[in-house]
């Protein structure tokens, strides 16, 4: 009789209790619901339109970029293969700082991961120690490095070339979440300015260097409480180099500085970075406390929501223009086949005007690799194509493309031509001049564009070749 009392007194206060609990945990934690209506997560994607474009964008990849691809062997160049797993991806956001900034947390806030069984762990001591990759899925489930690089569906499968003990440090993990359905976040090990950095047993910086190639946005994370730079945070910004457009620097935990001090930390930031930017205008900074519970008291509330918002707005940029930006990169990639095709027939003709009955073509060849301005090789693209000067490559990564590959190996551009295929330099050029603009405009109009079947014929017509000699 008396265990029924306790039981009927004490079950009661404990369910008062765990209400009161879930009281106070609902009031400590920050409202969400400028994130869903910032990032449209209620409305409804048009994904056949999407889906026929990105066939379109493939199908130009396959028939007039590729080709040339592999008859100059880009890849072997820039190490850069793009995959059809890359082609149809969803937009990389990614993750980079020193260790303990919030990364991790930021990622919780923005999924809603908080007190769940799939946030990712956090921590005052160095926590993430893998590339994790948050990604849509029809089920909560982690899927290790191995089988991520191994399933081609993805655009992963070339980490491969890092090794073993790298994929052993990629982790994927995927779940239903609107907002994954549009972006893939990359969360990465936080920088450690210290040797144990270069005992990762992974080339950890070649590593990053794929993730920030492929990524649409990059956010650089900084605790006002570390802005120290170090070689390693150096390292990472000359990485960055060219991508300064994708690049967001974000002060994250400033509610934990008082305003005087957080302008100080501002100006600090601005002044450990300056020399590592070489842009004239600097990169967009978003201070803010980025993760679910509320703003410390006394603080600026009003501009932490503000620039919160702001943060928001980037990304659904990003989220909505994700077409535009893939056929960006697509035509980009083309120009630079298009360029390094022109050069290595550039070499290949120098080195048969060069070649005679009596000459060595080891000498001839190593000649002209060594000494190119000798024979006016970078030179005579520039006067006779419509190419910029900034865009050409540097000239010493062709001494050892040429190591592994002589130029005799290559034929010239006139040779790379057949009737029902067309030549080589004509199907690029028209890829990246008409076709891919074409597409461009078809989007932007609000059209469905519609699948070609002419790219590999040509639609019938005869040939043309600027290059060849009369």
Request: charged share 25%; with cysteine.
């Amino acid at each position: 009789m008396k265990v029924l009392v306790l039981l009927c007194v004490f079950v009661p206060l404990l369910a008062l209790a765990t209400a009161e609990e879930e009281a106070v945990l609902e009031s400590i934690l920050r409202d969400r619901s400028h994130i869903e209506e910032t990032l449209r997560l209620a409305a409804d994607e048009k994904a056949g339109d999407y889906a026929a474009a990105l066939q379109r964008l493939r199908q130009i990849y396959h028939n007039s970029i590729r080709p040339m691809e592999q008859a100059y062997k880009y890849n072997e160049l820039r190490q850069h293969e793009i995959s059809d797993g890359e082609i149809t991806s969803k937009p990389m956001v990614l993750f980079l700082g020193p260790w303990s900034v919030g990364k991790s947390s930021m990622v919780n806030y923005l999924l809603g991961l908080q007190d769940t069984p799939y946030q990712l762990y956090t921590g005052a001591e160095p926590t993430t120690s893998e590339f994790t990759v948050i990604m849509h899925g029809e089920k909560i489930r982690t899927v290790e490095g191995i089988v991520m690089a191994a399933d081609s569906s993805r655009s992963f499968s070339p980490l491969e070339k890092f090794g073993q003990n790298f994929l052993e440090k990629l982790v994927g993990i995927e779940m239903p979440h609107k907002l994954l359905e549009r972006v893939t976040f990359v969360d990465t090990p936080g920088i450690i300015e210290n040797r144990k950095q270069q005992e990762r047993g992974y080339p950890f910086n070649d590593v990053c260097q794929w993730f920030i190639d492929r990524a649409d946005l990059i956010f650089v994370v900084f605790d006002p409480t570390k802005l120290d730079v170090g070689l390693e945070l150096e390292m990472l910004f000359r990485q960055l180099k060219g991508r300064e457009s994708q690049i967001r620097i974000i002060l994250n935990k400033a509610d934990s500085l008082a305003t005087q001090d957080l302008m100080r930390v501002y100006g600090a930031l601005f002044w450990s970075l300056a020399p590592l930017i070489n842009v004239t205008e600097p990169p967009r900074v978003y201070v803010s406390s980025f993760w679910p519970y509320d703003y410390a008291p006394d603080t600026s509330r009003d501009l932490f929501k503000r620039e919160e918002i702001s943060l928001l707005e980037d990304l659904n940029q990003v989220i909505e223009n994700r077409l535009e930006n893939k056929i960006a990169f697509i035509r980009q990639h083309g120009i630079r086949v298009r360029i390094h095709a022109l050069l290595v027939d550039r070499y290949v003709q120098t080195f048969k005007e060069k070649m005679s009955f009596f000459s060595d073509p080891e000498l001839v060849s190593k000649e002209i690799v060594d000494d190119p301005d000798k024979f006016y090789i970078f030179k005579s693209i520039l006067a006779k194509t419509n190419v910029s000067k900034f865009d050409l490559p540097n000239r010493d990564a062709y001494r050892d493309f040429f190591g592994i590959n002589p130029v005799s190996s290559f034929k010239q551009l006139s040779a790379q031509c057949s009737y029902m295929g067309g030549c080589l330099l004509e199907k690029i050029e028209r890829a990246i001049t008409h076709e891919l603009p074409s597409l461009l405009g078809s989007i932007n109009s609000g059209k469905n564009p519609t699948l070609s079947s002419c790219e590999a014929t040509g639609c019938g017509e005869k040939p043309k070749n600027r290059y060849r000699r009369n």
